[in-house]
């Protein structure tokens, strides 16, 4: 007597049986087989790499979104982001208290102005930008961009220039120049400041428009102490949505608007609508294909075995068995192809995420634009391989609902009559 | 032992209404080695797939042994034919995926039967169906007539009550007919294993020790032999 013979309830003894029974008839038609197997495995990789792809692309997006000049959140007066004018400004202290917030590490406060610069007989129209310089040294680097001269380490005084109006321009560290601009409520502003060091911000646009200074120097020039046109939150970690609902109730927004990436850069967050919708239509006609293929198969199988399944109902083999083989069959076919799928994809995204391709054309334009880099490492996020394995699996099932209700319905005379 | 009592059987899709048997009382008792014969379209597939619980009469009762099968649910029905009847059909309806060996377990595995008892009945009926030679082959690896047999010793692995087999020799040629009635017959004589079976076979008939004749759907003579 084995263990099972005492335990009657558990029938593993069948199970085997029914599962020798299915894998064999896999074997019956061999053609069929490989069509169905390989129709899932092109489909597992396909959209595994696809969705790694579109993933890795929002991933690295938002990854560059928070060590971006934008960061995650900022606060303005409100009215500023569709109004920039410096008399849209508050005074830090008004918001102070926000870095109280739990998320919040630190508040980096901005003047976002402009100005005419000219150099001798040359001007140019630039954005006159007034930073926290140690912070934005620690946030994005900045000191490392500077590509010639030096970051205001040991001074506050003095203009990093983008290097693209270094060149427009023709000039030369130690150089000064002139600015020209409206300040604060109406009053005139101008002044002469020397260039400490020129600075690459990766993008042309940036660079040829681009002036640095110290905050409290922009403060000073266009004469408005205390006040600031911007304030970007330090988050500590990444969970945005949530903290920028969190400061929204905090902050009285009569005065002032909360602002995330998305709503500031809405051109970019279209971009990611429309290739997120594209993907979503493209995995859809995909998985309709591989549903109707799969289908057929079932349809085919079922017709086919219908015969045989009468027998093994017509000498005693229970319908809920029956239904198991002929599940089976499909079931194992489903998860060797997703199996394979999964095996060849994963060198596939893995090579690109070590080599992440290069963006071109409007991505490419409208990412750099805002100082992104251009590129797309795949995503690793075991989670997209698992969801596509699991829609695949899913749509397995659900075709095979056309046999549980043939084999349920099944006259084993009816069907045995050839 | 099989009561058959008062048993119609009218098919009728709405256009077209076939009487195919029209009161059938009918006693086969445990041993009987029982033909049932008659024209085409007489009515003997329709009685057996009654008896074997494949069918449902329209009015009467079938019973077998102690249960009524017409009062039988759908699963139920299946479970007993399961643990109560044998089946042979005329084109051996093996499953095509297993040997030899496997088509005749298969129903004790279902019967969750150890594999000690699963083995030894297996080996003992295919010795006794002379294919003890042949327990690897797949069905389409042997002829009609072992193929047939392995059929009987499929029927027999479940400890059936009896064997119902509608025509189990007219796909066979006449050495293979001789040679499956022969061992029917034997078995019948030792284990004393109740076949029920229609023909239209004389040679078949001539060995039949009851010879039941229906036609139109009534029993027209019963003749033991
Ligand atoms: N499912 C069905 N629907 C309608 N009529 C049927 C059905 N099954 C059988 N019949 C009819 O019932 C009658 C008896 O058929 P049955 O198959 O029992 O005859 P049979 O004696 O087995 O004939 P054969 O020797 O040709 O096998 C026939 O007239 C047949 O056409
Ligand atoms: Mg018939």
């Given at each position: 007597?084995?263990?099972?013979?005492?335990?009657?309830?558990?029938?593993?003894?069948?199970?085997?049986?029914?599962?020798?029974?299915?894998?064999?008839?896999?074997?019956?038609?061999?053609?069929?087989?490989?069509?169905?197997?390989?129709?899932?495995?092109?489909?597992?990789?396909?959209?595994?790499?696809?969705?790694?792809?579109?993933?890795?692309?929002?991933?690295?997006?938002?990854?560059?979104?928070?060590s971006s000049y934008l960061g995650y959140i900022q606060v303005h007066k409100q009215g500023f982001w569709t109004e920039k004018t410096l008399d849209n400004s508050f005074s830090p202290e008004d918001i102070t208290y926000l870095l109280d917030h739990e998320n919040i590490g630190y508040l980096s406060y901005r003047i976002e102005g402009f100005a005419l610069a000219s150099k001798?007989?040359?001007?140019?129209?630039?954005?006159?930008?007034?930073?926290?310089?140690?912070?934005?040294?620690?946030r994005l680097g900045l000191d490392k961009k500077v590509v010639q001269g030096e970051y205001f380490t040991n001074r506050k005084t003095g203009i990093l220039v983008g290097i693209g109006l270094r060149d427009i321009m023709s000039l030369r560290l130690g150089d000064s120049i002139i600015f020209l601009s409206q300040g604060y409520q109406g009053s005139m502003a101008s002044g002469s400041y020397p260039i400490i060091g020129f600075?690459?911000?990766?993008?042309?646009?940036?660079?040829?428009?681009?002036?640095?200074?110290?905050?409290?120097?922009?403060?000073?020039?266009?004469?408005?102490?205390?006040?600031?046109t911007t304030a970007v939150l330090g988050l500590k970690n990444d969970n945005w949505e949530e903290t920028q609902q969190e400061v929204i109730a905090r902050v009285d927004t009569n005065q002032l608007e909360v602002l995330n990436w998305n709503e500031m850069l809405p051109e970019l967050q279209q971009l990611i609508a429309v290739d997120k919708a594209g993907g979503l239509f493209v995995l859809f006609i995909l998985y309709s294909i591989i549903t109707f293929s799969l289908?057929?198969?079932?349809?085919?199988?079922?017709?086919?075995?219908?015969?045989?399944?009468?027998?093994?109902?017509?000498?005693?083999?229970?319908?809920?068995?029956?239904?198991?083989?002929?599940?089976?069959?499909?079931?194992l076919m489903a998860i060797t192809?997703?199996?394979?799928?999964?095996?060849?994809?994963?060198?596939?995204?893995?090579?690109?995420?070590?080599?992440?391709?290069?963006?071109?054309?409007?991505?490419?334009?409208?990412?750099?634009?805002y100082g992104f880099e251009a590129l797309i490492p795949t995503s690793l996020d075991p989670s997209i391989a698992l969801s596509h394995a699991g829609i695949i699996f899913f749509i397995v099932l659900v075709v095979n609902m056309y046999t549980i209700v043939k084999i349920k319905r099944l006259e084993p005379i009816k069907a045995m009559r050839r | 032992m099989i009561k058959v009592t008062h048993v119609t059987k009218t098919y009728d899709d709405g256009k077209v209404r076939v009487e195919a048997l029209r009161g059938i009382n009918v006693e086969i008792k445990n041993g009987?080695?029982?033909?049932?014969?008659?024209?085409?379209?007489?009515?003997?597939?329709?009685?057996?797939?009654?008896?074997?619980?494949?069918?449902?009469?329209?009015?009467?009762?079938?019973?077998?042994?102690?249960?009524?099968?017409?009062?039988?649910?759908?699963?139920?029905?299946?479970?007993?034919?399961?643990?109560?009847?044998?089946?042979?059909?005329?084109?051996?309806?093996?499953?095509?995926?297993?040997?030899?060996?496997?088509n005749v377990e298969f129903l004790m595995l279902l019967q969750n039967k150890s594999e000690a008892e699963r083995d030894e009945r297996t080996t003992k009926l295919l010795k006794a169906v002379g294919l003890e030679d042949q327990i690897n082959k797949k069905p389409n690896e042997m002829s009609g007539g072992q193929q047939q047999r392995v059929a009987v010793a499929r029927a027999l692995a479940s400890k059936p009550d009896f064997i119902l087999a509608d025509e189990p020799t007219a796909n066979?040629?006449?050495?293979?007919?001789?040679?499956?009635?022969?061992?029917?017959?034997?078995?019948?004589?030792?284990?004393?294993?109740t076949f029920v079976f229609s023909t239209h076979d004389q040679r078949v008939i001539d060995r039949a020790k009851r010879v039941i004749t229906v036609e139109d759907g009534k029993i027209l003579s019963d003749i033991y032999t």
């Open positions: 007597m084995s263990f099972w013979d005492k335990q009657p309830y558990i029938t593993f003894v069948p199970f085997v049986m029914l599962f020798k029974l299915a894998w064999r008839n896999i074997f019956r038609n061999k053609r069929r087989s490989i069509i169905t197997v390989s129709s899932i495995i092109f489909a597992v990789i396909f959209a595994v790499f696809m969705r790694s792809l579109q993933y890795g692309a929002y991933g690295n997006m938002l990854k560059n979104i928070v001798d007989d040359n001007s140019k129209p630039v954005a006159l930008l007034g930073l926290d310089v140690q912070q934005e040294k620690n600075i690459d911000l990766k993008t042309p646009e940036l660079n040829k428009r681009t002036v640095i200074m110290d905050l409290a120097q922009a403060q000073e020039f266009f004469a408005m102490p205390n006040m600031v289908f057929g198969t079932v349809l085919m199988l079922t017709e086919e075995r219908s015969f045989e399944y009468g027998v093994l109902i017509a000498v005693g083999m229970a319908k809920n068995k029956v239904i198991i083989v002929a599940i089976l069959e499909t079931i192809g997703i199996i394979a799928g999964l095996a060849f994809a994963f060198p596939v995204v893995l090579y690109f995420n070590i080599y992440p391709i290069n963006l071109s054309g409007q991505m490419q334009e409208v990412v750099e634009k | 009987e080695f029982t033909a049932i014969v008659g024209p085409s379209g007489s009515g003997k597939t329709t009685l057996l797939n009654i008896i074997g619980g494949l069918d449902t009469p329209t009015e009467g009762n079938v019973i077998i042994g102690e249960t009524n099968i017409a009062q039988l649910s759908e699963n139920q029905l299946i479970d007993f034919r399961l643990n109560h009847i044998g089946f042979v059909f005329q084109s051996y309806n093996l499953i095509p995926v297993l040997t030899a060996k496997e066979l040629d006449s050495a293979s007919t001789a040679n499956l009635l022969d061992i029917m017959y034997r078995l019948n004589q030792e284990e004393n294993m």
